[in-house]
């Protein structure tokens, strides 16, 4: 391990190399923060770039750059804006966007960056260290194993439910996966609930909903009731983090970055899935008085998924380098570039071409690191976003919410769905629903019903429940992470 | 009837259609073979019917008790808010998803930032023609020379003149 560790800082810490993950790192964040524009399309669009240059260990070493650019990018609309335009930084929004409306957007950001770059070089860590042996233990899920690990991830809904909430937040959660269920199944290419309209074969956009629900209602929130973004009125008050906060984020840093990643190893779970679940498992496990701080601005609740994303982000290069497989949709792009330059991944990678294994998992340290001294400078000034005057910022808010939808889908009908599902996110809004749910819904939905199908059609019915113990074991886990809460609240008033 | 019973209202008669076509029509057209299956195209939004229509009837008959909050704003007050202003913005909206294909980018967004901050009550229009044109610019040249997404500048004829 060690030669090849060397062979990989030979080759990462190039000039040329250093530059590209320095260009990959800045192009990703920056491009990141636009709505719409997730690290796959970013990717795709890079693509050429870095065929061009010939050499696949540049070539990966930039690619990889962009991808960590692009979700930290992504996080910073979140938390500023409450736009997340991809599914990895939704959950960042639920605490970071709070936090930004308390004037604490420095704080939040230098979180998220700690957050990230502690999550990307611990999964570094654990890649070299367990990469060959994870490959065989990723193999072990099966379908089953997928369906339970996602609704594990909605146990994340559990977060959601205050007093008298409880029903709410499964109406919203049915309902987002009720939305996931319009358009053409994977598993059964049948259009299913598009009412005959042909622009809805496809299904809904996840980011044409992300907008309606988080930063369109937001914005005409604005509207109705004047008030600055962040009552610093711009002024960077927090940007450091107390030696306690650090003391209270860095378990669960600890503890993400270790979950994040293995997650991210199993081919079809991903940053997404990773994200939700470590809000979730934070928030159960967190002492009743912190878990009614999850939602309004706590540290944790942002800490845990901007760690377990990057962790999970690192996490997929497993299957993708020991296996071949890809593990997301942004691997598959990453594995047709490295086609595309003649390096096949697999099992024999690490053995014929140990210069391209080696140079990814260090350009990963360095490119994290690069990350967090370009970005943490950056933080007072990428702040000021909220500082804008509301005359000037809430049309560039419902501009970029419908850019973000456009370029996603192409496509202007997708707008109009915008405006239309954003006066459905303001009424629910005014009524109290949690928004957060219906996402978690329909982003888990279509993976949910594909590998519930599978599953049912492997077992010819729901005997895999029981015949699998692994999937007993996360549906057992799910319902005491929903159940665990109320159990404490419970003892706590019976001790009194 | 508070807005989360109503709202709960629409949602059960969303999800009592869902389920109706779920459980009565869907499977029609599907193939003999298919039949055979444990698992039919219809068989997950059964279950989301029957769950979503119970969390439904939970809130529309208040069998939850749960304090009853009133959010950041009070719809029953919404006229003491800037509802117009909303209203305003959201037509806007409207209007640009029909206009940005057939007058073209350029015009479209710069218009739609000007026009929204003059209905936010800025009336500096020397720094908002600055702000929305040079905005508009900066975002289309990223999007479609950097990035290679098509979006059409200028409306079609415009473009046929300058032999675009």
């Known amino acids: 391990m060690l030669e090849g560790i060397l062979i990989g800082l030979q080759t990462a810490l190039s000039f040329q190399n250093l530059l590209l993950v320095v260009a990959g790192c800045l192009i990703g964040t920056f491009i990141g923060m636009l709505p719409g524009l997730g690290p796959m ?21 930039l690619l990889a750059g962009v991808y960590y650019g692009a979700i930290f990018g992504g996080s910073t ?26 004037g604490k957007a420095g704080k939040a950001l230098t979180i998220a960056a700690i957050a990230s770059f502690a999550g990307g070089t611990i999964g570094a860590i654990l890649l070299m260290i367990f990469a060959p042996m994870l490959s065989s233990v990723a193999l072990l899920f099966h379908s089953a194993e997928y369906f339970a690990l996602m609704i594990v991830g909605m146990s994340a809904i559990a977060a959601f439910a205050g007093r008298g909430q409880v029903a709410k937040a499964l109406l919203m959660t049915v309902f987002g996966l009720i939305m996931a269920t319009v358009g053409e199944g994977a ?17 809904f956009g996840f980011v044409t909903l992300a907008m309606a629900m988080f930063a369109l209602p937001e914005a005409i929130f ?79 609740g942002l800490a845990a998924p901007e760690t377990a994303n990057n962790a999970a982000c690192t996490g997929s290069f497993v299957p993708l380098l020991t296996l071949g497989i890809p593990g997301s949709g942004t691997t598959a792009i990453l594995l047709g570039a490295l086609i595309a330059l003649n390096v096949t991944p697999g099992p024999r990678l690490m053995i014929d071409e140990p210069q391209i294994f080696w140079a990814v998992i260090m350009s990963m340290f360095i490119g994290n690191l690069v990350l967090l001294i370009l970005n943490l400078p950056l933080i007072p000034y990428i702040a000021k976003v909220l500082a804008i005057p509301r005359n000037y910022l809430i049309p560039f808010i419902l501009f970029f919410t419908l850019m973000g939808a456009y370029i996603g889908q192409n496509n202007a009908t997708e707008l109009l769905l915008l405006v239309g599902f954003g006066v459905c996110g303001i009424a629910l809004k005014f009524a109290n629903y949690p928004l957060p749910p219906l996402l978690i819904g329909f982003i888990l939905g279509g993976m949910m019903e594909d590998n519930f199908s599978r599953s049912m059609q492997l077992y010819g019915g729901m005997s895999f429940i029981w015949e699998r113990p692994m999937t007993l074991g996360l549906l057992i886990l799910a319902v005491s992470l929903v159940l665990l809460p109320g159990f404490r609240a419970m003892r706590a008033r019976a001790t009194g | 009837m508070a807005l989360d019973r109503w709202i709960a209202l629409i949602f059960l008669g969303i999800c009592l259609t869902y389920g109706y076509t779920a459980w009565f029509t869907m499977d029609d057209g599907l193939a003999p073979f298919m039949r055979r299956n444990p698992v039919w195209p219809s068989t997950f939004p059964k279950v989301l019917s029957v769950f979503g229509s119970v969390a439904a009837f ?27 202003q909303a209203l305003l913005l959201l037509g806007l909206m409207v209007v640009y998803a029909l206009c940005l294909r057939p007058i073209g980018f350029l015009i479209s967004t710069a218009s739609f930032l000007l026009l929204g901050s003059f209905i936010l009550g800025e009336r500096k229009w020397h720094i908002m023609l600055l702000i929305a044109l040079s905005a508009t610019f900066v975002v289309w040249y990223l999007v479609q020379e950097v990035l290679g997404i098509y979006m059409r500048p200028l409306p079609a004829f415009i473009i046929a003149l300058i032999g675009g």
């Open chain 1, 41 to 61: 399309s970013i990717i795709a669009i890079m693509i050429p770039v870095a065929i061009s240059m010939g050499d696949p260990s540049a070539a990966l070493i």
């Open chain 1, 187 to 203: 598993l059964f290419n049948l259009p299913r609930f598009t009412m005959g309209i042909m622009d809805l074969q496809s299904g």
């Open chain 1, 222 to 300: 604005l509207v109705l009731k004047p008030k600055n973004l962040g009552d610093s009125g711009g002024e960077i008050k927090e940007l450091r983090i107390t030696r306690a906060e650090a003391r209270a984020i860095a378990p669960i840093i600890a503890r993400q970055s270790v979950q994040g990643f293995f997650i991210g190893v199993l081919p079809g779970a991903g940053a997404t899935i990773a994200s939700f679940l470590g809000y979730a498992v934070e928030r159960n496990i967190a002492p009743k008085h912190e878990q009614d701080e999850f939602g309004k601005g706590s540290i944790k």
């Open chain 1, 77 to 102: 609309s979140s938390i500023l804006l409450n736009a997340p335009g991809v599914a990895g930084t939704v959950a960042s929004s639920f605490d970071g966007y709070p936090m930004a409306q308390q």
């Open chain 2, 58 to 84: 939970i809130i529309l008959l208040g069998l939850e008790k749960g304090e009853e909050k009133i959010g950041e704003i009070d719809y029953r007050r919404l006229h003491e808010y800037k509802l117009g």
